[in-house]
């Protein structure tokens, strides 16, 4: 049976276009970098979101009206199957995520949720067969059950810690069979709400443990798939270990896993952090850590993970720039973890919001191509720092001075009166500009 029966292959048709179902700006065989466009940006569907999800918020329940809603248990697992794949399929995206029971139901007994997750497996592996989407990544949730009310890899409870490694494990299993190029770990509790009853050492140095005993299992089945770790501030818990990326750097080089790990970052999860989208994926770059991206955004009127789908141009920009500026994600991608508004109740809804969201990183990858073609903030950079190439500033980069020479060439500057104006007035709306043009030049 057809689950989408509206709508059929959705098409690159051009910024005229007034079809509602056809990309304007997303040309996936349009060239980015040596690569087709498609292979560049290397789009995902969140499995979660968009099959499972039924338009809940926290305050009210779900309204999403979905053509396999009259089934449960494993027969609503096997249609999700089968509307998935349809919707990959007429959406022409290359890869999908998914956590361990998007696909299967859990149950009260592990091994029976085990058994549920093969059959599933089994039954998507025979659609990869025939279908070019791949496996971007796969996880353990281990957030949402009420065992996990402490944590996971950090619970006090050893016999959850115990529970959690074999979920993990089982997860490992999957993404081989399934081909993951990547595997992710969200600690969705991993953290503490008062010191008064946490031993946050004990707690790390249990989480580092966990995250070593993934890398030997993972190596002892061939599972060479990149380790993600995705970072998120405050939500649930009140101080997160995965807080930020530089929270995450300073987690991976205290315990020797710096060069296990790269991060997936969220757009949304930067924001709740009080950092914008391209501070952390800066961050990551250039300590060569960028693996992979959950690209959605905020509400900044709401305090909350509102997973967005992404639209706002500034932000895929911005986003594009630091992706280009690191010649793409490697094994990871641009998975939209971003669920359509409650309101957006319809089957329809799900090809509009990710039509809307890729065409913004198309637009977004456009320019930020054209900036750094035109070197118009590399240039602007390297003026501001030009003091660094010659004299004292060379010395100070090459570590040929120390305190007695600064203070003494301070000394013979006394005035410093050659500082240069930032500009950054001038830069956005330089900005404004390529974005305009982009627009205008389709």
Known sequence: MSYFQNVGKVKFEGANSSNPFAF?????????????????????????????????????????????????????????????????????????????????????SLSETFNNLDEIVAMIKEYMKTSKVKLLWNTANAFTHPRWLFGAATAPNADVFAYAAARVKKGLEVGKELGAENYVFWGGREGYETLLNTDMKLEQDNLARFFHMAKSYAKEIGFDAQFLIEPKPKEPTKHQYDFDVATGIAFLRT?????????????NHATLA?????????????????????????????????????????STTLAMYEILKNDGLGTGGLNFDAKVRRGSFDTDDLFHAH???????????????????DRVLEDFIADRYSSYNEGIGKDIVEGNTDFHKLADHALKVDVISNNKSGRQEYLKQTLNKYILEALQQG
């Open 355 to 373: 039509i809307a969201g890729m065409d913004s990183f198309a637009i977004g990858t456009k320019v930020a191509k054209r900036l750094l073609d």
């Open 255 to 267: 315990y020797g896993l710096e060069d296990v790990f790269k991060f997936n970052i969220e757009a």
């Open 24 to 108: 304007k700006y997303y040309n996936p065989e349009e060239q980015i970098n040596g690569k087709s466009m498609e292979d560049f940006l290397r789009f995902g569907v969140s499995y979660w979101h968009t099959f499972v999800g039924e338009g809940t918020d926290p305050f009210g329940a779900g309204t999403a009206v979905r053509p396999y809603d009259k089934f449960s248990g494993m027969d609503l697992a096997k249609a999700r199957v089968e509307a998935s794949f349809e919707f990959f399929e007429k959406m022409d995206v290359p890869y999908f995520c998914f956590h361990d029971i998007d696909i299967a139901p859990e149950t009260d």
């Open 274 to 314: 009080g950092h914008t989208f391209e501070h952390e994926l800066h961050l990551a770059r250039i300590n060569g850590m960028l693996g992979s991206v959950d690209a959605n955004q905020g509400d900044t009127l709401l305090g909350w993970d509102t997973d967005e789908f992404p639209t706002d141009l500034y």
